[in-house]
């Protein structure tokens, strides 16, 4: 009585939280579009690229300021007896007067105070072409660090491709690998009964048992890695590293031409957008470099002054202004030829970098290439094998349960399905990750580009 209470007890809370459970888990799912999102939202080097463009352009408005003019607000309080400072201070102040011709009063004057007040303006006519090219080489500084910003949003896509098909396979190669066990498990089970009543040989279940281990060992592996890559998806959408998601997709086999190296490396030279930032790069470099060239040009600045001083606040003081034009030109500027020979070091420098970028891209978009046409080819092949080994199973079994066939047979033909579904699957993750690389490598990764991927293999 009490074992059949504290049974309906348990169905009773089952059926309770059944509702709570089945919303929790509609609420797990996650397809590949919103991983990819999430993703992007969170992606903190894409925060961080964006930051880099936020201050190019502030970079880029202090090097226009060179354009306008500088305003200035000046005050200033002062309290002398020194002769030549009086004098100057009541001149100012308009509060001269003959009496001040005194001679005692010229050498020896009592202390005097002075409050001025005054603007300063200047107005760079000519500044040696400075503030053209540092304008000019800012705006390239901007148009890069925008490429770089493109570049992290195409690694943190094919980031998010990458271990979202990971996850994919191992939750489709778990649900394989426990269904086989299971089987392999009530085989064995079988087999020992059979042992203990002496109607098989011992080797045949032990070496049986050697198989149904490496199964385990690669069930174990499997869930191991699962569970790992469930955590980095949380990760890389920034959320608890514990949430559990329910990944429904499964992969699909797509038919795809193979495409020269030597077109696809064109490609990237055209599209990629780390090339183009050190590309632009280099033109702000060639501006740097002239402007420091062009350093050793006259200067002409206009400007102007209008002051007022008085004795005590309530005065009223006198006022006066001073306009003018200034120029300056630097006969020696020792330090000009350094930094002329480090402008130039820089600017080929970067040349020399982007023809090591390119080289770098190149071999990998050649090995990359490779490796997908490795997957494409071995495709076929390794379905064929998983379909013929799954046939070998389902031929297996009932001639071991006729006696014609051993168990240790029946457990081979097991593990070497879980071997072959195992190859099959990744080479068909592989086929897509390396399809995403080869559009990474290109510069041609996009959101729509990424999406039309997902969908052509029912992601």
């Known amino acids: 009585m009490k074992k059949a209470l504290s049974f309906n007890i348990i169905i009773g809370m089952i059926l309770f939280f059944m509702p709570v459970v089945q919303a929790q888990e509609a609420a797990s799912i996650l397809t590949f579009a919103q991983f990819s999102e999430k993703v992007l939202h969170y992606y903190p080097q894409l925060k961080a690229a964006h930051t880099d463009v936020q201050a190019a352009l502030a970079r880029q408005m202090q090097a226009r300021a060179g354009f306008w003019p500088s305003l200035d607000l000046s005050a200033d309080y002062q309290e002398s007896d020194d002769p030549v400072n009086v004098f100057g201070m009541k ?114 279940y032990y070496a049986a048992r050697v198989m149904f281990g490496d199964m385990t060992r690669m069930k174990n592996e499997i869930f191991r890695q699962k569970k790992a890559m469930m955590v980095l998806l949380n990760i890389l959408m920034g959320e608890p590293m514990g949430t559990t998601w329910e990944l429904v997709n499964i992969l699909q086999e797509k038919t795809v031409l193979s495409r020269e190296v030597e077109s696809l490396v064109r490609e990237a030279g055209v599209s990629r957008p780390d090339l183009k930032a050190l590309d632009l790069r280099v033109k702000a470099a060639d501006l740097e470099l002239s402007r420091e060239k062009a350093s050793a040009l006259p200067r002409l600045m206009a400007f102007g002054d209008a002051t007022n001083n008085r004795r005590d606040i309530h005065d009223a003081g006198g006022s006066n202004f001073t306009v003018g034009v200034k120029a300056r030109m630097s006969l020696f500027d020792p330090s000009r030829s350094g930094r002329v020979k480090e402008a130039l070091a820089l600017k080929e420098r970067l040349a020399h970098d982007i023809q090591i970028l390119k080289d770098t891209v190149a071999r990998a978009i050649a090995g990359e290439t490779a490796r997908y046409d490795a997957f494409r080819d071995n495709l076929p092949v390794l379905r064929a094998m998983s379909e013929d080994a799954k046939e070998a199973v389902s031929l297996t079994a009932p001639l071991y349960s006729e006696g014609r066939k051993s168990v240790a047979d029946l457990m081979d033909a097991r593990r070497a399905y879980l071997q072959t579904i195992e190859g099959y699957e990744k080479a068909l993750m592989g086929a897509f990750l390396s399809q995403g690389r080869l559009l990474f490598l290109t510069g041609q990764l996009n959101e729509g580009v990424l999406s039309a991927l997902g969908q052509e293999g029912g992601l």
């Open 91 to 204: 001149l100012r102040q308009e509060r001269f007067a003959s009496s001040d011709f005194e001679v005692d009063r010229l050498n020896t004057p009592r202390h005097h105070r002075d409050l001025a007040g005054g603007v300063h303006v200047e107005l760079p006519l000519i500044d040696a072409m400075q503030t053209i090219y540092r304008t000019r080489a800012a705006r390239e500084q901007v148009k890069a660090t925008e490429a770089d910003e493109d570049f992290t949003r195409m690694e943190a896509l094919l980031t998010a491709q990458d271990a979202y098909l990971n996850a994919l396979v191992l939750e489709r190669l778990a649900t394989i690998v426990d269904e086989v066990q299971k089987s392999a498990d009530e085989d064995l089970q079988k087999a020992k009964d059979l042992k203990d009543k002496g109607m098989i040989l011992g080797a045949d």
